[in-house]
């Protein structure tokens, strides 16, 4: 069996309320073992069988969007991925001591090159990017309330869905779960 934890998009944001509880019986009905949710934004640990990743997104997201009756696109990474996530340093300490916010964008593939040409489109002397692997790294200078960007900016330049999660909330996924 192998660790995964599940980052959803549109869980108890935008009017979407959904119960821990229920979302982690979605998640065992489903035949995932050790289901655990993290704070209440769409962060599902489970346990499944080795298999493709593709598959059991598509298997979450067939049943969320039966269940909840609206899409909930679904992001996987392994315990593992998710601790060299957390390790990876895509700015300069300097910078990160300064910042308002870094956010990691999740994404279900790598962006190609046109969309890489996008995204670093969007920085702004507010904004900066990198991309690493499946995952976006947005780090905000000032207030997020003060940027332009948001995951919904994101996705319409990139034509893809995606998911954000602070920093600090990968990092204690990492220490918990890994």
């Known amino acids: 069996m192998t660790k995964h934890i599940a980052f959803l998009r549109a869980i108890n944001v ?5 119960k821990m509880d229920h979302l982690r019986q979605l998640f065992e009905s489903l035949g995932f073992s050790n289901v655990e949710t993290f704070i209440a934004s769409g962060n599902v640990i489970f346990e499944a069988k080795a298999g493709s990743t593709k598959a059991l997104e598509k ?18 990474r392994t315990d593992t991925e998710v601790v060299e996530i ?3 340093k895509p700015f300069p300490q ?16 790598p962006l190609d090159d046109a969309a ?24 905000c200078k000032k207030k997020q309330s003060e940027s332009k960007v948001s995951n919904a900016t994101i996705e319409k330049a990139l034509a893809v869905k995606s998911t954000l999660r ?3 909330t990968i990092k204690k996924l990492a220490e918990k779960y890994a």
Do not use: P
Request: proline letters at 0%.
């Open 86 to 88: 957390a390790k990876h």
């Open 59 to 76: 298997k979450i997201e067939a049943c969320l969007r039966e269940a909840l009756e609206y899409e909930v696109a679904t992001f996987i």
């Open 94 to 109: 300097s910078q990160l001591d300064a910042a308002g916010a870094l956010n990691i964008g999740f994404l279900a593939d």
């Open 166 to 168: 602070g920093v600090n």
């Open 14 to 18: 935008g009017g979407h309320t959904v």
């Open 116 to 139: 890489k040409q996008k995204l670093m489109s969007l920085r702004t002397n507010i904004d900066d990017f990198h991309i690493h692997g499946r995952e976006i790294y947005w780090l």
